[in-house]
């Protein structure tokens, strides 16, 4: 009977344990979920088509703000946003500007600042590197020393500058070190991440490890979710099927929500890189966020 009670007793508090992180996450006065945003990529399809009915819908869904990215349509993008009452804290851009800079046919970084400053943008973030810029960890220090001067540029501009994830970072090389070993060691304090959640589970790592290591450095967080049996680590191509809607997939959210609080995450934007219907998509995942 000791047992028995003992078993139940562990159990309720477990549960109660779970509800507890799951209101901290998905309560009324939970900060992100005030301010959620969304990384327009995933919609880009739509985007081409129509850029200011696309943006409004994301309005209608519940979205609070948006993070855009660079192609013909960013300056519409933006447009809509401040039409249909969005914010416009973050973007991506073309970043060789910081990984190549002064190569042929690339603009300066100072270009990318006055876009930032001409519409109120306060972070900028690196969304890729070219595999030509990662082939080994001497490539990953001169990617760390360009983002460290960018950063001290963008920091004068009153620019926050990030470096976005994926999961080639977190591939082990010379030593077992990986990419992401080096950024972390080399980044200075005025460069930042943000931390994508999906490709950091991926890379085989535990992105509320990863948060929490990070504290203070993060500026902001990606949440998307991966389908349920996918082996990880895998840095190679993954099927469209492996990106889901928050909830859908094997990432438990709550506990990145709470770290995130924590570790002072600025901002989180959902993003699913793949879908039949982006849409739908977008309005479930915020629908398993609890911010309608």
């Known amino acids: 009977m000791k047992r028995r009670h003992f078993l139940k007793t562990a159990l309720a508090s477990s549960l109660a344990s779970s509800a507890a992180l ?3 996450a ?5 900060r992100y979920r005030k301010q959620i945003g969304i990384q327009l990529y995933t919609l880009r399809n739509q985007i081409n088509e129509d850029p200011a009915g696309t943006v409004k819908a994301v309005a209608d869904a519940g979205y609070f703000q948006v993070e855009p990215y660079r192609s013909p349509h960013t300056e519409a993008m933006i447009k809509a946003a401040k039409d249909n009452g969005l914010a416009v804290n973050s973007c ?3 970043w060789q500007s910081v990984t190549n800079p002064g ?4 603009a300066p970084f100072s270009k990318d600042l006055e876009f930032a400053n001409k519409h109120g943008i306060s972070h900028l973030v690196v969304p890729y590197v070219h595999d030509y810029n990662r082939k080994n960890l001497n490539d990953y220090k001169r990617l760390a020393e360009n983002c460290n001067k960018a950063a001290a540029e963008a920091k004068a501009a009153g620019v926050t500058l990030s470096y976005h994830n994926h999961a080639f970072e977190f591939e082990p090389m010379q030593g077992k070190k990986s990419g992401y070993d080096i950024l972390i060691s080399e980044f200075v304090p005025e460069m930042k991440f943000e931390v994508d959640v999906f490709w950091v589970a991926v890379g085989g790592q535990d992105p509320v490890k990863l948060i929490k290591k990070l504290k203070g450095r993060v500026s902001q967080l990606h949440l998307k979710d991966l389908q ?4 990880v680590p895998e840095f190679g191509r993954l099927p469209n099927e492996a990106f889901k809607e928050l909830g859908n997939g094997s990432i438990d959210m709550e506990p990145i929500i709470e770290a995130a609080d924590k570790s ?8 699913q890189d793949q879908s039949p219907h982006p849409l739908k998509s977008v309005q479930q995942s915020i629908k398993y966020l609890g911010t309608l």
Not at 103 to 106: L, R, T, W
Not at 264 to 271: I, L, Q, T
């Open 228 to 231: 349920k049996g996918i082996k």
């Open 264 to 271: 002072g995450v600025e901002h989180c934007h959902v993003e």
């Open 22 to 24: 799951q209101a901290l």
């Open 103 to 106: 190569k042929e046919g690339v």
């Open 92 to 94: 991506h851009f073309d």
């Open 26 to 30: 998905l309560s009324k006065n939970n």
